[in-house]
Nanobody, 126 residues
Framework: QVQLVESGGGLVQAGGSLRLSCAAS????????MGWFRQAPGKEREFVAA????????DYADSVKGRFTISRDYAKNTVYLQMNSLKPEDTAIYYC???????????????????WGQGTQVTVSS
């Protein structure tokens, strides 16, 4: 069992920055990847970014490329999402997720992820 606890959300003006953190507990993370997804009101949950736990390969949604950076701290079992140049359309609940597969996966696919955090609200004002 893996528990994921997110932190770092909040209210920020357009153009500002936030850093989200997600700590995995319960056991040393040994899955394939950790990712961030988001869900805005009235919309489906969508992929934002993911990082392969071993190797560090990253993937991003086109809408956040060049503005968001995902990283992980191996020793702390923690993944981060640095969000810069935030836009009002980035407003959403952001969820951390863990994919426990031992085989390669498509990190953008929501259904590849086995564990989810409770979500943290990010609000960007114009």
């Amino acid at each position: 069992q893996v528990q994921l606890v997110e932190s770092g959300g909040g209210l920020v003006q357009a153009g500002g920055s936030l850093r989200l953190s997600c700590a995995a507990s319960g056991r040393t993370f040994s899955g394939y990847a950790m990712g961030w997804f988001r869900q805005a009101p009235g919309k489906e949950r969508e992929f934002v970014a993911a990082v392969r736990w071993r190797g560090g390969t990253t993937d991003y949604a086109d809408s956040v490329k060049g503005r968001f950076t995902i990283s992980r701290d191996y020793a702390k079992n923690t993944v981060y999402l640095q969000m810069n140049s935030l836009k009002p359309e980035d407003t959403a609940i952001y969820y951390c997720a863990a994919a426990m597969s031992t085989s390669p996966i498509m990190m953008k696919r929501l259904y590849e992820y086995n564990y989810w955090g409770q979500g943290t609200q990010v609000t960007v004002s114009s």
